[in-house]
C-alpha cells in the first residue's frame, strides 16, 4: 500500500480500524493518526508502528482522511482543517448523521467526499460499513474506501438517501442485541438458571442463529418456522411476543433512531 492513510480523532473505532488495516496489509508506515491527548498518540505510535501528527500536517500530508470524531466536533476539525487540504484528498466521514454536502460547503471545491457508517463489531473484524458517494467521488473512491473498511469487516453500498435508515438499522443495531440478550439472561436467571450459564446459552445461539441467516440463504420467517413446532414451546414464546407488541416496539425503534440521525444532520445536538 502505497498510499498514506490519515486517521483523525483516533478513539475505539478509529483504533479498530487502524488495527484491522495493519493486518490486511497496510505498512504502519503510511498510516498517520491524530488524537486529542499527546499520551494517547503515543500510545497508538507504540501498539502499532503509526505516526502521530497533527491534524494540520495529516492533511497536507496524506492521501485519505478518515475523520472519526464525534458529530458535534465535525465542524470545528474541518475550520481546523480547510486551510490545509487540498482539493485531492479524499475525506472519508464516520459521523452519524452528518451528509457529504456538510463536508463540501466547508472544503475546497471539488473535493471528494465519501460518507461511511460503521458499527462497534469493527472492534472484532465483523462491521457492516455503509458506504455512499458525495457528489465529486468516484467509483476509485468508493472502491478505496470499501478496501479500508473491508478490513474489519463487510461493506455495502448505498445512495446517499438511505443513510439515515442504515444508521437506524445497522449502525445502532448492535445495541439493540445487547439489550435483547441483556433481558433475555435476566429471564432465565428468574427461569432458576446461574447468570453465567444463561449468558453463555443465549450467546451460542445467537451466534448459530446468525450463521444460519447468513450461510443459508432461507428467509428468516423459514428459519423460525423450524424451529415453531404445532402447540410447543416456541410458538408459546412467539404468542406473547406478539400480545406484548415487540414487533411493533421494534419497527418504531428504529424509525426514533433515523429520526434522531437526521436531526442530527440538521445541527440539532440537545
Given at each position: 500500500m502505497t498510499q498514506k492513510v490519515a486517521v483523525l480523532g483516533t478513539g475505539k473505532i478509529g483504533e479498530a480500524l487502524l488495527s484491522g488495516m495493519i493486518r490486511a496489509g497496510w505498512a504502519p508506515g503510511s498510516l498517520l493518526v491524530t488524537a486529542r491527548r499527546p499520551e494517547?498518540?503515543?500510545?497508538?505510535?507504540t501498539r502499532y508502528g503509526v505516526t502521530p501528527v497533527g491534524n494540520d500536517e495529516a492533511a497536507k500530508?496524506?492521501?485519505?482522511?478518515?475523520?472519526?470524531?464525534?458529530?458535534?466536533?465535525?465542524?470545528?476539525?474541518?475550520?481546523?482543517?480547510?486551510?490545509?487540504?487540498?482539493?485531492?484528498?479524499?475525506i472519508v466521514s464516520g459521523a452519524a448523521g452528518i451528509p457529504t454536502s456538510f463536508f463540501e460547503e466547508r472544503l475546497a471545491p471539488g473535493t471528494p467526499v465519501v460518507?461511511?457508517?460503521t458499527n462497534t463489531p469493527a472492534l472484532v473484524d465483523e462491521a457492516m460499513s455503509v458506504i455512499s458517494a458525495g457528489t465529486h467521488a468516484t467509483s476509485e473512491h468508493l472502491a478505496h474506501a470499501e478496501e479500508i473498511f473491508g478490513a474489519v469487516g463487510k461493506t455495502l453500498r448505498v445512495p446517499e438517501t438511505q443513510q439515515d435508515a442504515c444508521t437506524a438499522l445497522s449502525g445502532?443495531?448492535?445495541?439493540?442485541?445487547?439489550?435483547l440478550?441483556?433481558?433475555?439472561?435476566?429471564?432465565?436467571?428468574l427461569l432458576g438458571l446461574p447468570r453465567d450459564k444463561a449468558h453463555d446459552l443465549i450467546v451460542q445461539s445467537a451466534i448459530g442463529a446468525a450463521t444460519m441467516l447468513r450461510d443459508s440463504g432461507e428467509h428468516p420467517?423459514?428459519?423460525?418456522e423450524n424451529v415453531t413446532s404445532p402447540a410447543g414451546t416456541t410458538i408459546s414464546a412467539i404468542r406473547e411476543l406478539e400480545n406484548h407488541g415487540v414487533r411493533a416496539a421494534l419497527i418504531a425503534a428504529?424509525?426514533?433512531?433515523?429520526?434522531?440521525s437526521r436531526?442530527?444532520?440538521?445541527?440539532?445536538?440537545?
Open positions: 494517547r498518540a503515543e500510545e497508538l505510535r500530508t496524506a492521501d485519505t482522511l478518515i475523520l472519526t470524531v464525534k458529530p458535534q466536533d465535525m465542524a470545528a476539525l474541518l475550520d481546523e482543517l480547510a486551510p490545509h487540504t487540498p482539493a485531492d484528498r479524499l460518507r461511511v457508517m445502532s443495531g448492535p445495541a439493540y442485541f445487547f439489550y440478550v441483556e433481558a433475555m439472561t435476566d429471564a432465565g436467571i420467517v423459514k428459519l423460525r428504529l424509525e426514533a433512531a433515523r429520526d434522531r436531526e442530527l444532520a440538521s445541527g440539532n445536538n440537545s
